[in-house]
């Protein structure tokens, strides 16, 4: 099986950097994406990290240590359009390509 | 381009119907995958498809729950003798291959309430 935590709330100001963190326990493991959803919408994908590392993409950064079975997502000069539920999903167990997903952090920017 | 479409967008039922949604992918996209989202809680996977056939139905909650994709395109979930449990929104994603799964494009969703 396989199991994510991460918070379930961040509040920050805008034009901060907030870090949302991820563990997981999987029984098998590929990789570790991120998504954005606004209240209402689709989930978006953000990133994806199938390596050990950082990768930048823009404002959003996301990093992963498999060794400590360990993730975050790096949110720079936070914009009030970034206050919205954000998803770690773990690509994991062999075989299987769904993604699992924690159950999200709900960040909220503020003026 | 046109992204994932789900119809309808909103559903509501009677306890004990039998429902079916449906999701158009992105045109060219050969992995489809229904999850289902509860209040306040990630998508939770259901069943993947890898062109016409269920590669993975490992997630669909009972066998009141079945799903097609008959020509490798649309897909529809079924769910009959609906309960109040199942009500939730029901989310299609497509990707453009099974390799390229960890980015999926998802669909704007299904929102099914079970009265």
């Known amino acids: 099986g396989q199991s994510l935590e991460q918070p379930s709330e961040v509040t920050a100001v805008e034009g901060a950097i907030v870090q949302i963190n991820c563990t997981y326990q999987?029984?098998?493991?590929?990789?570790l994406s991120w998504y954005q959803q606004h209240d209402g919408g689709a989930p978006t994908f953000l990133s994806y990290n199938g390596l050990d590392g950082l990768e930048e993409t823009g404002r959003f950064s996301s990093f992963l240590s498999r060794s400590d079975s360990y993730g975050y997502l790096l949110l720079q000069e936070l914009q009030m359009k970034d206050s919205a539920s954000y998803f770690c999903a773990v690509l994991g167990d062999t075989g299987r390509r769904a993604l699992t997903f924690g159950s999200g952090t709900r960040l909220q920017v503020q003026p | 381009g046109a992204g994932v479409s789900q119809t309808p967008s909103n559903k509501v039922t009677e306890k004990g119907k039998y429902v079916e949604l449906r999701c158009d992918p992105i045109?060219?996209?050969?992995?489809l995958y229904w999850y289902r989202q509860s209040l306040g809680q990630g998508p939770e996977f259901l069943i993947y498809f890898q062109g016409t056939g269920a590669a993975d139905d490992s997630g669909l909650p009972n066998d009141r729950f079945f799903a097609v994709r008959p020509e490798g395109s649309v897909s529809t979930l079924k769910i009959q003798r609906t309960e109040r449990g199942d009500s939730a929104v029901y989310l299609c994603?497509?990707?453009?291959?099974?390799?390229?799964?960890?980015?999926?494009?998802f669909g704007p969703g299904t929102r099914l309430t079970v009265t």
């Open positions: 999987t029984s098998g493991f590929y990789g």
């Open positions: 045109s060219g996209h050969t992995a």
């Open positions: 994603a497509s990707s453009p291959s099974a390799s390229a799964n960890y980015e999926q494009y």
